[in-house]
Protein backbone atom coordinates (compact mmCIF):
# COMPACT_ATOMS: atom_id res chain seq x y z
CA UNK A 1 0.00 0.00 0.00
CA UNK A 2 1.53 3.33 -1.19
CA UNK A 3 0.69 6.73 0.60
CA UNK A 4 -0.56 9.22 -1.70
CA UNK A 5 -0.87 13.31 -0.05
CA UNK A 6 -2.82 15.89 -2.42
CA UNK A 7 -2.42 19.13 -1.18
CA UNK A 8 -5.43 21.94 -1.61
CA UNK A 9 -9.15 22.55 -0.89
CA UNK A 10 -10.61 22.74 -4.44
CA UNK A 11 -12.48 20.89 -6.94
CA UNK A 12 -9.07 20.36 -9.11
CA UNK A 13 -7.59 18.56 -6.36
CA UNK A 14 -10.83 16.52 -5.93
CA UNK A 15 -10.50 15.41 -9.76
CA UNK A 16 -6.58 14.69 -8.63
CA UNK A 17 -7.61 12.31 -5.36
CA UNK A 18 -9.47 10.96 -7.89
CA UNK A 19 -7.25 10.17 -10.68
CA UNK A 20 -5.11 8.33 -8.47
CA UNK A 21 -8.02 6.67 -6.54
CA UNK A 22 -8.51 5.14 -10.62
CA UNK A 23 -5.11 3.73 -10.38
CA UNK A 24 -4.65 0.36 -10.40
CA UNK A 25 -1.74 0.40 -7.50
CA UNK A 26 -3.20 0.27 -3.84
CA UNK A 27 -3.78 3.73 -2.94
CA UNK A 28 -3.89 4.94 0.40
CA UNK A 29 -5.06 8.91 -0.28
CA UNK A 30 -5.46 11.62 1.28
CA UNK A 31 -6.23 15.71 0.74
CA UNK A 32 -4.51 18.24 3.38
CA UNK A 33 -6.50 20.23 3.61
CA UNK A 34 -9.42 18.95 1.35
CA UNK A 35 -12.78 20.41 2.11
CA UNK A 36 -16.41 19.03 3.79
CA UNK A 37 -17.06 17.44 -0.01
CA UNK A 38 -13.91 15.51 -0.71
CA UNK A 39 -13.62 14.23 2.89
CA UNK A 40 -16.74 12.35 1.71
CA UNK A 41 -14.55 10.62 -0.88
CA UNK A 42 -11.16 10.74 0.48
CA UNK A 43 -9.82 10.94 4.20
CA UNK A 44 -8.24 14.76 5.06
CA UNK A 45 -6.02 16.42 6.96
CA UNK A 46 -6.52 20.39 8.18
CA UNK A 47 -3.11 20.89 7.12
CA UNK A 48 -2.98 24.94 6.09
CA UNK A 49 0.50 26.08 5.99
CA UNK A 50 3.80 25.14 4.63
CA UNK A 51 4.99 24.23 7.87
CA UNK A 52 2.31 22.25 8.71
CA UNK A 53 2.52 20.42 5.65
CA UNK A 54 6.02 19.78 6.01
CA UNK A 55 5.80 18.42 9.21
CA UNK A 56 3.21 16.28 8.70
CA UNK A 57 5.27 14.74 5.64
CA UNK A 58 8.58 14.46 7.85
CA UNK A 59 6.53 12.56 10.32
CA UNK A 60 4.63 10.36 7.92
CA UNK A 61 6.92 10.07 4.84
CA UNK A 62 3.80 9.54 2.08
CA UNK A 63 4.75 7.80 -1.15
CA UNK A 64 3.94 10.35 -3.35
CA UNK A 65 2.75 13.99 -2.50
CA UNK A 66 0.98 16.30 -5.50
CA UNK A 67 1.06 19.98 -5.24
CA UNK A 68 -2.37 21.22 -6.01
CA UNK A 69 -2.31 24.94 -6.42
CA UNK A 70 0.39 27.51 -7.31
CA UNK A 71 0.61 29.42 -3.82
CA UNK A 72 2.21 26.54 -2.04
CA UNK A 73 4.42 26.13 -4.60
CA UNK A 74 5.40 29.99 -4.92
CA UNK A 75 6.08 29.51 -1.18
CA UNK A 76 8.66 26.65 -1.67
CA UNK A 77 6.80 23.40 -0.28
CA UNK A 78 8.10 21.27 -3.14
CA UNK A 79 11.98 22.13 -2.23
CA UNK A 80 10.99 21.66 1.50
CA UNK A 81 9.87 17.99 0.64
CA UNK A 82 12.41 17.44 -2.01
CA UNK A 83 15.06 18.25 1.26
CA UNK A 84 13.74 15.57 3.18
CA UNK A 85 13.66 13.50 -0.22
CA UNK A 86 9.65 12.10 -0.01
CA UNK A 87 9.00 12.65 -3.56
CA UNK A 88 6.43 15.57 -5.03
CA UNK A 89 5.26 16.63 -8.36
CA UNK A 90 5.08 19.95 -8.40
CA UNK A 91 8.09 22.69 -9.31
CA UNK A 92 10.79 24.58 -7.07
CA UNK A 93 10.15 28.24 -5.93
CA UNK A 94 11.90 29.46 -8.28
CA UNK A 95 10.70 27.63 -11.05
CA UNK A 96 7.29 28.77 -9.90
CA UNK A 97 8.24 32.04 -10.63
CA UNK A 98 7.07 31.33 -14.20
CA UNK A 99 3.75 31.53 -12.78
CA UNK A 100 4.64 33.51 -9.36
CA UNK A 101 6.00 36.75 -11.82
CA UNK A 102 4.27 37.39 -15.01
CA UNK A 103 7.64 39.83 -15.34
CA UNK A 104 9.85 36.93 -14.53
CA UNK A 105 7.90 34.75 -17.12
CA UNK A 106 7.74 37.34 -19.79
CA UNK A 107 11.66 38.13 -19.69
CA UNK A 108 12.04 34.37 -19.97
CA UNK A 109 9.92 34.27 -23.05
CA UNK A 110 11.50 36.99 -24.31
CA UNK A 111 15.18 35.97 -23.94
CA UNK A 112 14.54 32.41 -25.31
CA UNK A 113 12.33 33.67 -28.01
CA UNK A 114 9.13 32.14 -27.44
CA UNK A 115 6.16 33.34 -29.02
CA UNK A 116 3.83 35.97 -26.75
CA UNK A 117 2.22 39.45 -26.43
CA UNK A 118 5.33 42.21 -26.37
CA UNK A 119 5.22 44.11 -23.03
CA UNK A 120 6.57 46.62 -21.47
CA UNK A 121 7.09 46.41 -17.26
CA UNK A 122 8.08 48.62 -14.89
CA UNK A 123 7.58 48.85 -10.41
CA UNK A 124 6.97 52.76 -11.14
CA UNK A 125 3.65 54.04 -11.56
CA UNK A 126 4.54 57.44 -13.25
CA UNK A 127 6.60 55.50 -16.15
CA UNK A 128 3.47 53.03 -16.15
CA UNK A 129 1.13 55.83 -16.63
CA UNK A 130 3.62 58.04 -18.97
CA UNK A 131 3.83 54.54 -21.13
CA UNK A 132 -0.04 54.08 -21.95
CA UNK A 133 -0.34 58.32 -22.36
CA UNK A 134 2.01 57.12 -25.36
CA UNK A 135 0.15 54.31 -27.06
CA UNK A 136 -2.37 54.99 -29.93
CA UNK A 137 -3.19 51.39 -30.36
CA UNK A 138 -6.14 49.85 -27.72
CA UNK A 139 -7.19 47.61 -26.39
CA UNK A 140 -3.85 47.03 -24.01
CA UNK A 141 -3.34 44.28 -21.32
CA UNK A 142 -2.69 45.15 -17.77
CA UNK A 143 -1.40 43.15 -15.21
CA UNK A 144 -0.06 42.79 -11.70
CA UNK A 145 3.16 41.28 -11.27
CA UNK A 146 2.05 38.65 -9.00
CA UNK A 147 -0.16 36.07 -8.22
CA UNK A 148 -3.87 37.20 -8.43
CA UNK A 149 -6.10 34.36 -9.45
CA UNK A 150 -6.84 34.86 -12.49
CA UNK A 151 -8.13 38.37 -11.81
CA UNK A 152 -5.46 40.58 -11.95
CA UNK A 153 -6.42 41.06 -15.64
CA UNK A 154 -7.47 44.36 -16.93
CA UNK A 155 -8.66 44.55 -20.62
CA UNK A 156 -8.27 48.36 -21.48
CA UNK A 157 -10.36 50.28 -23.96
CA UNK A 158 -8.66 53.86 -24.08
CA UNK A 159 -5.86 56.02 -21.97
CA UNK A 160 -7.93 56.81 -19.03
CA UNK A 161 -9.26 53.20 -18.29
CA UNK A 162 -5.36 51.84 -19.01
CA UNK A 163 -4.37 54.77 -16.25
CA UNK A 164 -7.27 53.86 -13.87
CA UNK A 165 -6.32 50.37 -13.85
CA UNK A 166 -2.28 51.04 -13.39
CA UNK A 167 -3.57 53.22 -10.64
CA UNK A 168 -5.68 50.47 -8.94
CA UNK A 169 -2.74 47.54 -9.29
CA UNK A 170 -0.34 49.79 -8.16
CA UNK A 171 -2.41 50.49 -5.18
CA UNK A 172 -3.36 46.66 -4.49
CA UNK A 173 0.00 45.31 -4.55
CA UNK A 174 3.56 47.08 -3.99
CA UNK A 175 4.90 44.62 -7.13
CA UNK A 176 5.42 46.00 -10.72
CA UNK A 177 3.04 45.66 -13.49
CA UNK A 178 3.30 44.10 -16.90
CA UNK A 179 1.07 46.03 -20.15
CA UNK A 180 0.82 43.83 -22.98
CA UNK A 181 -0.48 44.30 -26.74
CA UNK A 182 -3.68 42.12 -26.91
CA UNK A 183 -3.89 39.07 -28.84
CA UNK A 184 -6.92 38.34 -31.13
CA UNK A 185 -7.61 34.69 -31.15
CA UNK A 186 -9.18 32.06 -29.80
CA UNK A 187 -7.75 30.70 -26.27
CA UNK A 188 -6.78 26.84 -25.35
CA UNK A 189 -4.90 25.15 -22.74
CA UNK A 190 -2.04 22.41 -22.97
CA UNK A 191 -0.63 20.92 -19.97
CA UNK A 192 3.15 19.05 -19.96
CA UNK A 193 4.23 16.83 -17.64
CA UNK A 194 8.13 17.35 -17.10
CA UNK A 195 10.33 15.84 -15.23
CA UNK A 196 13.17 18.67 -15.48
CA UNK A 197 14.55 16.88 -18.94
CA UNK A 198 11.74 15.36 -20.76
CA UNK A 199 8.06 16.09 -20.72
CA UNK A 200 4.45 14.63 -22.10
CA UNK A 201 1.87 16.52 -23.11
CA UNK A 202 -2.14 16.42 -22.41
CA UNK A 203 -5.25 16.62 -24.35
CA UNK A 204 -6.06 20.63 -24.73
CA UNK A 205 -9.10 22.08 -23.13
CA UNK A 206 -10.71 24.87 -22.93
CA UNK A 207 -11.46 27.12 -19.82
CA UNK A 208 -14.02 29.66 -19.46
CA UNK A 209 -13.12 32.30 -17.62
CA UNK A 210 -15.51 35.27 -17.77
CA UNK A 211 -18.81 35.24 -15.68
CA UNK A 212 -21.54 35.28 -18.38
CA UNK A 213 -22.32 33.22 -21.33
CA UNK A 214 -21.14 34.56 -24.53
CA UNK A 215 -17.69 35.42 -22.71
CA UNK A 216 -19.24 38.74 -21.10
CA UNK A 217 -18.39 40.47 -17.82
CA UNK A 218 -15.76 39.61 -15.43
CA UNK A 219 -13.05 37.11 -15.42
CA UNK A 220 -13.11 34.43 -12.82
CA UNK A 221 -10.96 31.54 -11.77
CA UNK A 222 -12.76 29.84 -14.76
CA UNK A 223 -16.78 29.04 -14.69
CA UNK A 224 -16.47 25.85 -16.68
CA UNK A 225 -14.35 23.79 -19.38
CA UNK A 226 -14.29 20.85 -22.19
CA UNK A 227 -11.51 18.27 -23.21
CA UNK A 228 -10.09 17.76 -25.65
CA UNK A 229 -10.43 20.46 -28.34
CA UNK A 230 -9.85 18.35 -31.90
CA UNK A 231 -9.24 22.03 -33.58
CA UNK A 232 -6.11 22.30 -31.59
CA UNK A 233 -4.07 19.58 -32.41
CA UNK A 234 -3.54 21.20 -35.21
CA UNK A 235 -0.84 23.40 -33.19
CA UNK A 236 0.11 20.62 -31.05
CA UNK A 237 3.54 20.30 -32.90
CA UNK A 238 4.07 24.17 -33.58
CA UNK A 239 3.30 24.58 -29.65
CA UNK A 240 5.58 21.66 -28.18
CA UNK A 241 8.38 22.56 -30.65
CA UNK A 242 8.42 26.47 -30.15
CA UNK A 243 6.60 26.58 -26.51
CA UNK A 244 7.05 23.87 -24.87
CA UNK A 245 10.58 22.69 -25.55
CA UNK A 246 12.31 25.66 -25.42
CA UNK A 247 10.72 27.14 -22.26
CA UNK A 248 11.73 23.84 -20.27
CA UNK A 249 15.57 23.86 -21.62
CA UNK A 250 15.45 28.09 -20.79
CA UNK A 251 14.43 26.91 -17.43
CA UNK A 252 17.64 24.43 -17.16
CA UNK A 253 19.69 27.34 -18.73
CA UNK A 254 18.35 29.24 -16.01
CA UNK A 255 19.30 26.95 -13.08
CA UNK A 256 15.86 26.22 -12.01
CA UNK A 257 14.61 22.85 -14.34
CA UNK A 258 10.68 22.77 -14.21
CA UNK A 259 9.84 19.14 -12.28
CA UNK A 260 6.28 19.07 -12.70
CA UNK A 261 2.68 19.92 -14.66
CA UNK A 262 3.81 22.84 -16.52
CA UNK A 263 0.18 24.77 -17.75
CA UNK A 264 0.68 26.93 -20.98
CA UNK A 265 -2.25 29.17 -21.62
CA UNK A 266 -2.51 29.77 -25.12
CA UNK A 267 -3.95 32.21 -27.86
CA UNK A 268 -4.73 31.25 -31.40
CA UNK A 269 -3.98 34.06 -33.15
CA UNK A 270 -3.19 34.52 -36.85
CA UNK A 271 0.23 33.87 -36.63
CA UNK A 272 -0.04 30.68 -34.58
CA UNK A 273 -0.10 30.17 -31.13
CA UNK A 274 1.07 32.36 -28.69
CA UNK A 275 1.85 32.29 -24.38
CA UNK A 276 -0.92 34.42 -22.81
CA UNK A 277 0.39 32.60 -19.51
CA UNK A 278 2.55 29.86 -18.04
CA UNK A 279 0.94 28.43 -14.79
CA UNK A 280 3.58 25.96 -12.29
CA UNK A 281 0.20 23.59 -11.73
CA UNK A 282 -2.55 21.56 -13.45
CA UNK A 283 -5.76 23.92 -14.36
CA UNK A 284 -8.94 24.55 -12.51
CA UNK A 285 -11.75 23.80 -13.96
CA UNK A 286 -9.23 22.30 -16.86
CA UNK A 287 -7.83 19.33 -14.66
CA UNK A 288 -11.74 18.23 -13.73
CA UNK A 289 -12.08 17.73 -17.63
CA UNK A 290 -8.48 16.59 -18.49
CA UNK A 291 -8.12 13.98 -15.88
CA UNK A 292 -10.78 11.87 -16.23
CA UNK A 293 -9.98 10.95 -19.74
CA UNK A 294 -6.65 9.66 -19.20
CA UNK A 295 -6.46 5.87 -19.42
CA UNK A 296 -2.61 5.87 -18.39
CA UNK A 297 -2.62 5.16 -14.78
CA UNK A 298 -1.75 8.32 -12.46
CA UNK A 299 0.54 7.30 -10.07
CA UNK A 300 2.32 5.26 -12.80
CA UNK A 301 2.90 9.01 -14.37
CA UNK A 302 4.01 10.92 -11.35
CA UNK A 303 6.37 8.12 -10.48
CA UNK A 304 8.04 8.72 -14.35
CA UNK A 305 7.88 12.38 -13.32
CA UNK A 306 9.75 12.14 -10.12
CA UNK A 307 11.88 9.22 -11.53
CA UNK A 308 13.48 10.90 -14.32
CA UNK A 309 11.61 8.88 -16.67
CA UNK A 310 9.21 10.86 -18.87
CA UNK A 311 10.93 10.14 -21.73
CA UNK A 312 9.79 6.51 -21.97
CA UNK A 313 6.37 7.19 -21.06
CA UNK A 314 3.46 7.73 -23.61
CA UNK A 315 -0.22 8.91 -22.43
CA UNK A 316 -2.98 7.43 -23.48
CA UNK A 317 -6.52 9.02 -23.65
CA UNK A 318 -10.51 7.68 -23.79
CA UNK A 319 -11.62 8.42 -27.06
CA UNK A 320 -14.29 10.21 -25.01
CA UNK A 321 -15.59 14.78 -24.10
CA UNK A 322 -15.47 15.80 -21.13
CA UNK A 323 -17.52 18.81 -20.58
CA UNK A 324 -17.41 20.29 -16.31
CA UNK A 325 -19.97 23.42 -15.44
CA UNK A 326 -18.91 25.05 -12.97
CA UNK A 327 -21.64 25.90 -9.73
CA UNK A 328 -20.93 29.39 -7.81
CA UNK A 329 -22.72 31.30 -5.88
CA UNK A 330 -24.47 34.83 -7.41
CA UNK A 331 -22.09 37.56 -6.79
CA UNK A 332 -18.89 35.80 -7.17
CA UNK A 333 -16.26 36.98 -8.44
CA UNK A 334 -17.53 39.94 -6.08
CA UNK A 335 -19.06 39.55 -2.58
CA UNK A 336 -21.76 36.22 -2.43
CA UNK A 337 -24.02 34.79 0.76
CA UNK A 338 -22.24 31.38 2.25
CA UNK A 339 -23.99 28.70 4.56
CA UNK A 340 -26.91 27.50 2.00
CA UNK A 341 -27.41 24.09 2.59
CA UNK A 342 -26.73 21.97 -0.98
CA UNK A 343 -29.35 19.36 -2.13
CA UNK A 344 -28.42 16.39 -4.16
CA UNK A 345 -31.03 13.92 -6.01
CA UNK A 346 -29.48 10.50 -5.31
CA UNK A 347 -30.18 9.31 -8.81
CA UNK A 348 -27.35 11.82 -9.85
CA UNK A 349 -25.29 10.11 -12.15
CA UNK A 350 -22.27 13.09 -13.15
CA UNK A 351 -19.34 12.96 -11.09
CA UNK A 352 -18.89 16.12 -8.86
CA UNK A 353 -15.60 17.87 -7.69
CA UNK A 354 -16.36 19.65 -4.29
CA UNK A 355 -14.59 23.24 -3.50
CA UNK A 356 -16.63 26.30 -1.93
CA UNK A 357 -18.24 23.88 0.60
CA UNK A 358 -18.52 23.25 4.14
CA UNK A 359 -20.19 20.80 6.88
CA UNK A 360 -23.36 22.22 9.13
CA UNK A 361 -24.81 19.94 11.56
CA UNK A 362 -23.86 17.03 9.30
CA UNK A 363 -25.02 18.52 6.15
CA UNK A 364 -23.26 20.29 3.07
CA UNK A 365 -23.19 23.50 2.39
CA UNK A 366 -21.69 26.50 0.45
CA UNK A 367 -18.80 28.16 1.51
CA UNK A 368 -16.79 29.67 -1.38
CA UNK A 369 -17.12 31.51 -4.96
CA UNK A 370 -16.70 28.59 -6.75
CA UNK A 371 -18.93 25.95 -4.83
CA UNK A 372 -18.33 22.36 -7.08
CA UNK A 373 -17.89 21.50 -10.49
CA UNK A 374 -20.26 18.88 -12.56
CA UNK A 375 -18.84 17.03 -14.94
CA UNK A 376 -19.94 14.22 -17.21
CA UNK A 377 -18.36 11.92 -20.05
CA UNK A 378 -19.65 11.18 -23.77
CA UNK A 379 -18.94 9.86 -27.12
CA UNK A 380 -19.46 13.58 -28.68
CA UNK A 381 -18.85 17.13 -26.86
CA UNK A 382 -22.70 17.60 -27.97
CA UNK A 383 -24.01 14.49 -25.67
CA UNK A 384 -21.70 15.32 -22.90
CA UNK A 385 -23.26 18.40 -23.05
CA UNK A 386 -26.94 17.59 -22.81
CA UNK A 387 -25.86 14.94 -20.00
CA UNK A 388 -23.98 17.29 -17.43
CA UNK A 389 -26.98 19.85 -17.99
CA UNK A 390 -29.39 17.55 -17.49
CA UNK A 391 -27.73 15.97 -14.39
CA UNK A 392 -26.96 19.99 -12.83
CA UNK A 393 -30.43 20.14 -12.58
CA UNK A 394 -30.58 17.58 -9.71
CA UNK A 395 -28.11 19.87 -7.30
CA UNK A 396 -29.51 22.67 -5.53
CA UNK A 397 -28.30 25.65 -3.51
CA UNK A 398 -29.65 29.44 -2.50
CA UNK A 399 -28.02 31.52 -4.92
CA UNK A 400 -26.46 28.96 -7.31
CA UNK A 401 -24.98 30.13 -10.78
CA UNK A 402 -23.91 28.37 -13.78
CA UNK A 403 -22.65 29.44 -17.47
CA UNK A 404 -25.47 27.75 -19.89
CA UNK A 405 -22.83 27.99 -23.01
CA UNK A 406 -19.97 25.88 -21.60
CA UNK A 407 -18.45 24.48 -24.95
CA UNK A 408 -20.23 26.36 -27.20
CA UNK A 409 -17.11 28.81 -28.18
CA UNK A 410 -16.62 29.14 -32.09
CA UNK A 411 -12.94 28.82 -32.06
CA UNK A 412 -12.31 31.39 -34.59
CA UNK A 413 -9.49 33.56 -34.92
P1 LIG B 1 -3.75 35.69 -17.32
O1 LIG B 1 -3.95 35.78 -15.84
O2 LIG B 1 -2.47 36.29 -17.81
O3 LIG B 1 -4.02 34.33 -17.87
O4 LIG B 1 -4.96 36.50 -17.96
C1 LIG B 1 -6.31 36.18 -17.71
C2 LIG B 1 -7.09 36.23 -18.99
O5 LIG B 1 -7.02 37.53 -19.59
C3 LIG B 1 -6.57 35.30 -20.07
O6 LIG B 1 -7.07 34.01 -19.91
C4 LIG B 1 -7.10 35.97 -21.32
O7 LIG B 1 -8.45 35.66 -21.53
C5 LIG B 1 -6.98 37.42 -20.99
N1 LIG B 1 -5.68 37.90 -21.48
C6 LIG B 1 -4.53 37.97 -20.79
N2 LIG B 1 -3.52 38.45 -21.55
C7 LIG B 1 -4.05 38.71 -22.76
C8 LIG B 1 -3.53 39.24 -24.00
N3 LIG B 1 -2.27 39.64 -24.10
N4 LIG B 1 -4.38 39.36 -25.02
C9 LIG B 1 -5.68 39.01 -24.92
N5 LIG B 1 -6.23 38.52 -23.80
C10 LIG B 1 -5.44 38.37 -22.73
N1 LIG C 1 -8.26 27.84 -15.36
C1 LIG C 1 -7.29 28.83 -15.15
C2 LIG C 1 -6.27 28.49 -14.17
O1 LIG C 1 -6.27 27.45 -13.55
O2 LIG C 1 -5.38 29.32 -13.97
Redesign the pocket.
Known amino acids: MKNVLVIGSGA?EHAIAKAFGASHHELCIAVAPGNAGIAQEFATHELGSVAEIVGYCEENRPDMVFIGPENFLAEGLADELNRLGIPCIGPSQKAARIESSKIFAKELMQKYGIPTASFFFTYDENQAIEYIEKQGTFPLVIKADGLA??KGVHIVQDKLQGIQAVKLLMSQTSKGVVIEQYLQGWEV?LFAFSDGEDFCSTVFSQ?H?QLYDGDQGPNT??MG?YAPVPEADFWRQDVEEQIIDPVLKAMREEGCPFVGVL?C?LMITSDGPKVV?F?C???????QVVLPLLETDFYDLCQAIVNKQVAQLKLSWKPETCVAVVMASRGYPGSFQKGYPIYIDPSLEADICFAGVASKDGELVTSGGRVLSVLSLAESKEQARDKVYKELTKIHFQDRYFRKDIGLRDNEI
Open positions: RGGSDKGGAYGENRLGDPEA
